[in-house]
């Protein structure tokens, strides 16, 4: 079985920053993308920023310039650092990885079970 679990959320005031990371266990052949979406009351889910094995990064234009996501393939662990946030930034994070485990020959999405994150104004 594999698990993706997230920490960091929380409540934070409009400007402050926070940082979530999101560890994955169990039995894991290999890991390509990893990645942070998010998904607010009525909104559908959003990428926010993802990153391969080899460290290229994407991030939506929303949070480009205040969020960097960072990754550590030897903890099969990523991070997302949240700086100057906004109201707007509040959601619930949800971790993903692409991801093979032992006995499986092809990679699936694997998601964490999401961690709040509220902006107050």
């Known amino acids: 079985q594999v698990q993706l679990v997230e920490s960091g959320g929380g409540l934070v005031q409009a400007g402050g920053s926070l940082r979530l990371s999101c560890a994955a266990s169990?039995?894991?052949?290999?890991?390509?993308?990893m990645g942070w979406y998010r998904q607010a009351p009525g909104n559908q889910r959003e990428l926010v920023a993802s990153?391969?094995?080899?460290?290229?990064?994407k991030y939506a234009d929303s949070v480009k310039g205040r969020f960097t996501i960072s990754r550590d393939n030897d903890k099969n662990t990523v991070y997302l650092q949240m700086n100057s946030l906004k109201p707007e930034d509040t959601a619930v994070y949800y971790c993903?990885?692409?991801?093979?485990?032992?006995?499986?020959?092809?990679?699936?999405?694997?998601w964490g079970q999401g961690t709040q994150v509220t902006v107050s104004s």
């Open positions: 993903n990885a692409d991801l093979r485990s032992y006995g499986s020959r092809r990679y699936f999405d694997y």
């Open positions: 169990g039995s894991i052949f290999s890991i390509n993308a």
């Open positions: 990153i391969t094995s080899g460290g290229s990064t």
